[in-house]
């Protein structure tokens, strides 16, 4: 797990020098309302519509921030010595952009800008210094949010109790899905989100498995409520944690003491809930749109039978090509990078499929992990098609969305492995990192080609290029690599040995719970088991 974690931040801080700033979803605009709050002019918070972009916060970024139509060859452009590269307050800091629209961002709760606005404060003079090495300062911010997930895919599969070493091999799932790690890598509320809807999973399994405590709802309210002061998606979370109490409430003995706990992590969820009723109450919506000071009305004017099969079988291939890949070109090719994106989508609904229909979970436990993932999915789904019906166009197909139902679906394909022989869920690590290793390999390759390599096509010129543009000295970027490689190689050494290991355990060897110390006592232990809830106690654990 140590050797995951290390690899899974080298890739991810790689991925900070392999992509040009500006070149990651809403990256300008995330960095000009951090820099904005810091400077006091996005605080307190603006009404929608009244926030334009900052002179400043273009400075750092030699790409242009939206959709590219051809390679822009990044290797063949003049380079500036990173001491002459413009900062904040010599590109105009906090002036106004004019000539930009309105920063829309604004339409998000402000928790990841504070939170990024006091990063900013923690770096002497940063509106001063190259804006470059400001804005990868926030990018190294962005890794550490990103950084536990896969050991948050190792407890949730631990809780889970599937067998070893399928939760290796869920720790391993993050560096299957380059986009992810591509996310992690720049500056997006999304990480932010990603990290407490792991959280909340993790609480969540906790409650699937028989933990009705009032901390663990404590704990469920408060990582729910900063959730809610993220972003919108987050609104899917009172929901969740509604159908995740249902579960134990419906399985026995005990319902009080689920309800209160409901009732406690409900009440937990109220300080994040408050902005969205503010929202309704002071705009008209609980989401204001940011450009425009109230949300313009979508008047369907075109039926489904008017191309909405088209534009349902669009949602779903860029939903799923870009959870794994990016497409910055917005052309839709079917290249090598679509073509790995396809396979992995297959594996997992294949692993889903086959876990739920030999119940390898418990199936009230799987369609509780599984709702995140659909109930995003679904309000994706939903504004994406009030906009077609409207306009007939195709809008807000991010696969990034999603990635708060990551650690539920990756878990239930994982238990899939639980009905096949042992030698395959042992050799589960080496796969995942293997095809890891295959679609990030081609992941790089394509995003060197589309960024940095130039016209005559050498590849050395490129690699140069992404060190010399790299913000920190080249050193630094070495050291990265270096630790990626040698990481890799050592959890490479790692997985086989698991997969060659003749029997492993099924469950690592633990102290003795109080269930298992009181079946060496028959006679106790059938006087106890005849007790209502104790009785109904062994029967939520053994189904789980």
């Known amino acids: 797990?140590?050797?995951?974690?290390?690899?899974?931040?080298?890739?991810?801080?790689?991925?900070?020098?392999?992509?040009?700033?500006?070149r990651s979803p809403d990256e300008r605009q995330h960095v000009d309302l951090i820099t904005q709050v810091e400077q006091g002019v996005a605080w307190p918070w603006p009404d929608p519509g009244t926030l334009r972009m900052a002179q400043g916060s273009g400075a750092g970024g030699f790409t242009k921030s939206n959709r590219i139509d051809r390679p822009l060859h990044l290797a063949d452009r003049p380079l500036p010595p990173r001491a002459d590269r413009p900062s904040f307050s010599a590109a105009g800091g906090t002036t106004p952009l004019t000539a930009q629209p309105r920063n829309q961002l604004i339409q998000h709760p402000p928790l990841y800008y504070v939170a990024g606005a006091a990063v900013l404060q923690a770096i002497p003079g940063w509106d001063r210094i190259p804006f470059d090495l400001t804005y990868l300062a926030l990018r190294w911010w962005n890794v550490l949010l990103a950084a536990a997930l896969p050991l948050l895919l190792w407890a949730v599969a631990r809780r889970l109790r599937l067998a070893e070493p399928l939760p290796v091999a869920a720790a391993l799932v993050p560096l299957a899905i380059p986009e992810l790690t591509h996310n992690e890598s720049a500056v997006n509320n999304d990480n932010l989100l990603i990290l407490l809807y792991a959280v909340l999973t993790l609480l969540v399994v906790r409650v699937l498995t028989g933990d009705a405590t009032r901390r663990t709802a404590l704990a469920i309210g408060a990582v729910g409520s900063l959730a809610l002061l993220t972003k919108g998606f987050a609104l899917l979370v009172p929901l969740w944690v509604g159908v995740a109490y249902a579960v134990p409430l419906f399985r026995g003995p005990g319902r009080r003491r689920v309800v209160w706990a409901l009732a406690v992590a409900w009440l937990g969820t109220l300080p994040g809930v408050a902005w969205w009723i503010h929202n309704r109450i002071a705009y008209g919506s609980l989401q204001p749109h940011g450009r425009f000071t109230s949300v313009p009305e979508l008047v369907a004017r075109y039926p489904f039978t008017d191309g909405g099969v088209h534009w349902l079988l669009r949602l779903l291939e860029r939903m799923n090509t870009l959870f794994f890949v990016h497409d910055q070109t917005g052309g839709g090719g079917h290249h090598a990078p679509w073509f790995l994106a396809f396979a992995a989508a297959v594996l997992i609904v294949a692993g889903v499929v086959v876990a739920l229909a030999l119940r390898a979970l418990d199936r009230s436990t799987a369609l509780v992990l599984l709702f995140p993932m659909v109930g995003l999915l679904a309000i994706v789904a939903k504004g994406s098609y009030e906009q077609f019906a409207a306009t007939h166009t195709y809008a807000g197909m991010q696969g990034r969305y999603l990635y708060g139902g990551l650690i539920g679906v990756a878990i239930v394909a994982l238990a899939a492995l639980r009905r096949v022989p042992a030698a395959v869920s042992r050799a589960a690590p080496l796969g995942v990192l293997l095809f890891a290793i295959l679609i990030q390999t081609v992941y790089i390759g394509y995003t060197v080609k589309l960024f940095w390599l130039p016209a005559d096509g050498d590849v050395l010129a490129a690699l140069r290029a992404i060190a010399a543009w790299y913000a920190f000295p080249p050193v630094v970027l070495a050291l990265i690599v270096t630790i990626l490689l040698v990481s890799l190689g050592a959890a490479l050494f790692a997985t086989v040995?698991?997969?060659?290991?003749?029997?492993?355990?099924?469950?690592?060897?633990?102290?003795?719970?109080?269930?298992?110390?009181?079946?060496?006592?028959?006679?106790?232990f059938a006087r106890l088991a005849r007790r209502p809830a104790v009785a109904a106690r062994l029967a939520r654990r053994s189904a789980v």
């Open 497 to 524: 040995r698991l997969a060659g290991r003749p029997g492993a355990a099924a469950w690592p060897a633990r102290r003795p719970t109080a269930a298992a110390r009181l079946t060496r006592r028959p006679a106790v």
């Open 1 to 22: 797990m140590w050797l995951i974690l290390v690899l899974h931040v080298a890739v991810v801080l790689w991925q900070t020098a392999l992509f040009p700033n500006f």
